[in-house]
């Protein structure tokens, strides 16, 4: 796993460094400089001409430092710097002082060229206010140059925080991030401004984030073998449990079948779908190894004894809208006892009566996207998207339950635990379907035994590296629902391979 700070916890890291580790500023300084320069020559950045413009705050500290260690590698390089000098920090005056001693040009704007290199060093971590009038017209200049753009930690004009343009932003080829890359450039749009990112050491302590659980943190492939649930040759089908998939109304038979196929790769032992009768033929052919039971009309005795049956339930796939739903919800979350995810037309119907999240006996995940969220946040989707982890911090804080929010950048919260944000997947798996198949992934392994919360989290992750591995295959406009669990076979077994077997 890594962090994904904002700029307020890694300013925090770098005091934490500076007066309790006792490295000075100014060698963070030039070991940021350094890396910069060496991941631009690793990513064949061409900086036999290169332009460097330097804010007046250790950002632009960064970037005079940048600008000396070119030169002195023989490149031809000019600077502009855009801060007035009563701002400059120490360390910033320091290397701007060097470069103007090593007779290297500092310019109050963009001038000559052309250039083969731009580096942003304008912004740092912790801009907060919008770029307006001649920092916008700069910025913007910056984009037009016909060149290679590096940006120094994080493109200028992104909050890194939200990833939200503050006004105007620098839009880069690469990003050199330092020590962690920031929640900032994972987050859309600031992602798309961001290039590739690069994360680099440059000593900065980050040891104490630990002991914060406000920094959100994600994962990475090779994470994933220490994280499966263990499967142990003495076993049964029992073992790894028995799930109830409540889903697939009339016409939605392949909701129920994406989900319960989805939650049989991630290892449940067994599965019973519970659907409407119109569903049995097709599913009895789709997938053999379920069973499926059927219902008409509401029966509670029926469902009672499949609730009592099961280790963990599934409601909502493709269940609809209708009295006989609304039923089945309210009643699945009045008497389970075990483990239970809602997703999709669960989660519509349970917008009109989430009084009963705080009655539920049982661990609840919930897995809306983002407009099923404003219902049950009673929001704007303009206001979700503006306030996204506030929002999302807010609900968990009121409701007892895991929240799975899907969207580009999907992110798990409950209370009192660390926000994972989701890294992996891509655009291939915007496909209808895709969320039941993200409803059975965290179904099985939640019968795997797997903790709630880290169910959410690996079964999001595992979702997306089998989208990963789909698109690999087909292409980004190909994939279908069904082709994501082929992906996720595949993840799994890469997986199990680097474990050595079970």
Not at 223 to 250: A, E, Q, W
Request: one cysteine or more.
């Amino acid at each position: 796993m890594r962090y994904l700070p904002e700029g307020k916890w890694m300013q925090k890291a770098d005091i934490h460094t500076i007066q309790e580790i006792g490295v000075p500023s100014v060698v963070l300084m030039e070991h940021a400089a350094l890396k910069t320069v060496e991941v631009m020559e690793q990513e064949g950045i061409d900086c036999s001409c290169a332009l460097i413009v330097c804010g007046s705050g250790n950002n632009g500290g960064d970037g005079f430092a940048i600008a000396r260690l070119l030169a002195l590698a023989g490149k031809s390089v000019q600077t502009v710097f855009a801060g007035r000098e009563a701002s400059l920090t120490p360390e910033c005056k320091i290397q701007k002082q060097i470069v103007e001693n090593m007779g290297i040009p500092v310019l109050s704007g963009i001038s000559g060229g052309p250039y083969t290199a731009l580096v942003d060093a304008v912004f740092g971590v912790g801009l907060s206010r919008e770029v307006r009038g001649s920092y916008a017209d700069l910025l913007e200049e910056m984009n037009g140059l016909d060149c290679a753009k590096v940006a120094v930690d994080i493109p200028s004009g992104i909050c890194s925080a939200t990833g939200n343009i503050l006004g105007a932003a620098f839009r880069a080829d690469l990003t050199v991030a330092f020590q962690c890359e920031k929640l900032g450039t994972v987050l859309f749009p600031g992602r798309e401004y961001a290039g590739k990112v690069r994360a680099v050491d440059i000593g900065i302590d980050t040891a104490f984030y630990g002991k914060h659980r406000e920094i959100c943190y994600t994962l990475e492939k090779k994470d994933l073998p220490g994280l499966l649930p263990v499967r142990r040759d003495n076993s049964h089908k029992g073992t790894y449990g028995k799930v109830l998939m409540i889903t697939g109304s009339r016409g939605m038979a392949g909701a129920a079948y994406l989900s319960a196929k989805a939650a049989y790769t991630c290892g449940a032992g067994l599965v019973q779908i519970y659907t409407q009768e119109e569903n049995r033929t097709i599913l009895q052919q789709l997938l053999p190894e379920a069973v499926i039971s059927v219902y008409g009309q509401y029966e509670p005795k029926k469902l009672s004894h499949l609730l009592e049956w099961a280790d963990v339930v599934c409601i909502g796939c493709g269940l609809g809208g209708d009295e006989v739903s609304k039923k089945l919800l309210e009643e699945t979350l009045r008497h389970v006892k075990v483990p239970c995810v809602v997703d999709a037309d669960g989660l519509n119907l349970l917008a009109g009566c989430l009084e009963l999240l705080e009655e539920v006996q049982a661990d609840v995940i919930l897995t809306p996207h983002m407009r099923e969220m404003t219902r049950l946040l009673g929001c704007s989707m303009e206001e979700l998207q503006e306030n996204r982890f506030k929002k999302l911090t807010e609900f968990s804080e009121r409701y007892p339950a895991v929240c799975v929010l899907k969207d580009a950048r999907t992110v798990v919260a409950q209370r009192d635990r660390r926000r994972f944000v989701n890294t992996a997947g891509n655009h291939a798996m915007a496909k209808a379907g895709a969320g039941d198949v993200l409803a059975g992934v965290v179904t099985g392994l939640l019968a795997g035994h797997v903790d709630t919360f880290d169910s959410a989290v690996l079964g999001v992750f595992l979702h997306a590296c089998g989208g990963d591995q789909a698109r690999k295959k087909l292409g980004g406009y190909s994939v279908l629902a069904e082709d994501l669990i082929e992906g996720i076979q595949a993840s799994l077994k890469q997986a199990e391979d680097l474990m050595g077997g079970f």
